[in-house]
């Protein structure tokens, strides 16, 4: 059970590949299972890595969108695989 | 002491292509559309080495054709049928996974004719859904069918056998882009367009060869000349070089691919060991010599680099070791991470021991860059 409602955002924008993947990694570990978590990245790599990084690690990619020219935004909600 | 484990498009020269190569170039330096004896003498080695490529590919002799290059080979294929077939429609049906080349081409403005692509997915693995492509294959106006025999950057094989099918039920035609494959794993068995890449297998550079069955449709995009195909004609060394390495690693294919499939499978289970590491592409239906694998957290440049530093060359698709940003369109249609990514393959040359020391250094390589990335115990 999460009161979560508006997901916290990890701003990676400008950080090249891997960063935004990291960034957003030391910020899941932090938080409960059911968070939602919204990463804002520059690096085109991200679009690709953010949702495999989730299936990797057992997190749901709930939304992605370009929000701003060049700009990406993925959300996740964390799964039982956050550590 | 350099291993080179990066032998994908680029293999070492066979020895069989570099005897091949001294010998034309003695006796195969001079222009084979001269009427004097010195101009015949390169005109029969040309012709010998169109006749065993022909017999390699299952082709005759006059459906071979030989270009400067592979990129060359792929651009003439896709952009002369087009050009042929331009009444049929405009429409070039091709797996996301495709060469650049290929895709280049399909996309190419041609007079009177506006591009346009049907793009078919690939699964987790990189195989190209095959009932997908057939359903693309039967909309209207579809010029040209393309497709991989396998693709290079994860080793996936395609569903060849069904497409082509479909393209036949169709009525379009179907190239195929064995350029990873050839020399590694059987010339495939139904095309109507087939391109190769000689330097794949160990033969020289600056060759490509495309075959073309004579019932295409087809027509130049480019200026006439007495080659019709690849305007300039090809180097004369090249071409037998390509042709008698072929042959060779024809001979003993058997015998490499077990033995390069061994190493792979040692490759593929002791890198899976690596902590949060994905192995890509099928795992059983697949080249012989070509792996590939990424590494969460890890930046796949500065990985290239600390490799390079221990001695090891190796290849990468991720976008930090690219000249754009963008990452490989490979896996980014597969959907596997792109980043901290390594592709191996194999060459004939490769020892056991070349491979066991790659593999023993491999976890210090992905622990220093994760460490200076800040990214221990994510």
Wanted: glycine residues 8%; hydrophobic residues 45%; neutral net charge.
């Amino acid at each position: 059970m999460s009161e979560v409602t508006e997901p916290e955002t990890v701003d990676a924008r400008g950080l090249r590949c891997p960063l935004p993947v990291v960034r957003l990694a030391a910020a899941a570990r932090e938080r409960p299972d059911g968070s939602l978590l919204r990463v804002l990245a520059t690096d085109p790599a991200a679009r690709h890595d953010v949702p495999a990084w989730a299936r990797m690690r057992g997190h749901v990619v709930v939304g992605a969108a370009e929000v701003a020219t060049g700009v990406w935004a993925v959300t996740v909600r964390l799964g039982p695989g956050a550590r | 002491m350099r291993t080179h484990l990066d032998n994908g498009g680029d293999a070492p020269l066979h020895p069989a292509a570099r005897a091949a190569y001294l010998r034309a170039l003695d006796d195969g330096w001079a222009d084979p559309r001269r009427l004097h004896a010195e101009g015949r003498r390169a005109a029969v080695l040309l012709g010998a080495a169109r006749e065993s490529l022909a017999a390699s590919l299952g082709a005759r002799t006059e459906e071979v054709h030989l270009a400067a290059s592979h990129t060359a080979a792929l651009h003439a294929g896709v952009l002369a049928v087009r050009t042929g077939r331009r009444r049929r429609g405009p429409v070039v049906v091709l797996p996301r996974i495709e060469r650049a080349a290929v895709r280049h081409a399909a996309e190419l403005a041609l007079p009177g004719v506006e591009p346009r692509t049907e793009l078919v997915d690939v699964d987790r693995a990189g195989r190209v859904d095959a009932e997908a492509m057939a359903a693309a294959l039967a909309l209207p106006g579809v010029a040209l069918a393309c497709l991989q025999q396998a693709n290079g950057e994860v080793g996936t094989c395609q569903p060849l056998a069904r497409v082509a099918e479909a393209a036949r039920a169709a009525s379009v035609p179907l190239l195929v882009d064995a350029g990873a494959a050839l020399g590694h794993v059987p010339a495939p068995a139904a095309w109507d367009l087939l391109a190769a890449d000689p330097a794949d297998w160990g033969g020289p550079r600056g060759v490509g060869v495309l075959a073309v069955r004579s019932r295409v449709r087809w027509g130049r995009s480019w200026p006439q000349d007495p080659e019709p195909w690849f305007p300039g004609g090809v180097s004369v060394p090249a071409a037998f070089a390509a042709a008698a390495s072929l042959e060779a690693v024809t001979a003993d294919r058997q015998a490499e691919d077990e033995r390069r499939r061994a190493l792979v499978a040692r490759v593929r289970a002791s890198v899976a060991r690596i902590p949060d590491t994905e192995v890509v592409g099928d795992p059983q239906d697949r080249l012989p010599h070509v792996v590939t694998f990424s590494f969460l957290y890890v930046d796949g440049e500065a990985l290239v680099t600390e490799l390079d530093r221990a001695g090891f060359g190796v290849g990468s698709g991720s976008a930090c070791t690219a000249s754009t940003l963008e990452p490989s369109h490979v896996l980014a249609a597969m959907g596997v991470l792109t980043h901290g990514n390594v592709r191996i393959a194999l060459d004939r040359t490769t020892s056991e021991d070349d491979v066991d020391r790659f593999l023993a250094e491999l976890p210090r390589a992905v622990a220093r860059v994760r460490s200076m990335l800040g990214a221990e115990g994510l």
